[in-house]
């Protein structure tokens, strides 16, 4: 147990130096097990000897309108009888009656358990169709609804697993969509440009994209306030909004991308000047290490404000035989490179 859980432990912090957990990596591979239904002398007793008479009274349950008792038989059947046709038939009729009646909860298990369990022997685009509405009507998308049934966590899981059973159905760029967007609502951006990133590498042609894009630059600026101390970070996502420009470069929103990574870059110059700035304290660290300190900076960032008086600080901390550094040309303020 304790290897287990150092193996863990470490595969964790792999993961972690790429700014990405296990499970945001592993999401649509990670397998998600629905119980099997089974049978049980006391919850799940069939009211008949066989899975065609049970079948056959549940559905005149349902025909007498006893919507309730009839989802009831029906499940009775799935538990006591699962290997047979009647079960999938009743695990059909299950998922019908749960959407019909507007259980949004109780009509996705009963998709999700269809997909896991019975994947292969029914038509998959209308029961993929009702667990995407059933997962949508559950985040609150419909009707305006601001409020949600569930946790931000709980709204993911219900997308993954759709995807998980259904990788290649096409709709799942729009799912993914839908988890980076409950990503971002939760504040997890760096979870969110991940989600972003897989949809841009492996369905450029999506139709959605702009939205894609946008959403993805909007959570590279909100991370860069979260990282505004990593300078190394900050260059990533200064580099990730300038590739989106490039990317799609007709997209409406694209000035705004652009000053985004103008204020990214000016988070990094900020945070590199207080760095180089660090060394430059005689009592803990060498004039050299100061000097080389702030050439560094000035070579990365040639049109700083403080650029000017950093040269007069490297003329003082310069050794008398010479300059630290060569200032015959000063350089040219330029924008930064995406």
């Known amino acids: 147990m304790v290897l287990c859980a150092a193996a863990a432990w470490g595969q964790y912090q792999d993961y972690s130096r790429m700014g990405r957990t296990p499970a945001e990596l592993l999401f649509l591979t990670d397998p998600m097990e629905v119980e099997l239904k089974e049978p049980s002398w006391f919850w799940h007793s069939p009211k008949k000897g066989s899975p ?9 349950l349902e025909r007498e309108g006893a919507r309730e008792k009839a989802v009831e038989a029906y499940d009775d059947l799935v538990h006591e009888w699962h290997a047979t046709p009647e079960a999938l038939a009743a695990q059909l009729a299950i998922a019908r009656l749960e959407s019909a009646a507007g259980n949004a909860q109780a009509a996705y298990d009963a998709d999700i358990y269809l997909l896991a369990h019975f994947g292969g022997r029914f038509e998959l685009e209308p029961v993929l169709q009702d667990a995407a509405a059933q997962a949508d009507f559950l985040a609150g998308r419909e009707l305006g609804r601001t409020f949600r049934l569930a946790s931000g966590k709980a709204l993911r899981e219900n997308y993954e697993r759709i ?40 369905w450029p042609a999506y139709s959605g994209m702009d939205e894609v894009v946008a959403l993805y630059c909007r959570a ?41 990574m103008r204020e990214v870059y000016l988070l990094r110059r900020e945070r590199a000047y207080r760095n180089a700035a660090f060394y430059d304290n005689p009592s803990a660290y060498s004039p050299e290490a100061a000097a080389l300190a702030y050439q560094a900076f000035l070579r990365d960032f040639p049109d700083a404000p403080q650029a000017d008086a950093i040269r007069a600080r490297l003329a003082a901390l310069a050794p008398a035989e010479g300059a630290v550094e060569s200032r015959s040309a000063k350089p040219q303020p330029q924008e930064p490179t995406p």
């Open 220 to 260: 590279c600026r909100r991370q860069a306030d979260v990282w505004r101390n990593d300078v190394g970070r900050l260059a990533h996502l200064e580099k990730l909004l300038g590739g989106a420009c490039v990317f799609r470069p007709t997209h409406p929103e694209v000035a705004q991308f652009r000053q985004w």
């Open 163 to 202: 995807i998980h059973f259904a990788p290649r159905w096409r709709r799942v760029p729009d799912l993914l969509l839908r988890i980076a967007e409950l990503y971002q609502e939760e504040g997890e951006f760096a979870s969110a440009i991940t989600v972003c990133d897989r949809l841009i590498v492996d």
């Open 52 to 60: 065609a008479e049970q079948l056959a009274y549940a559905q005149g």
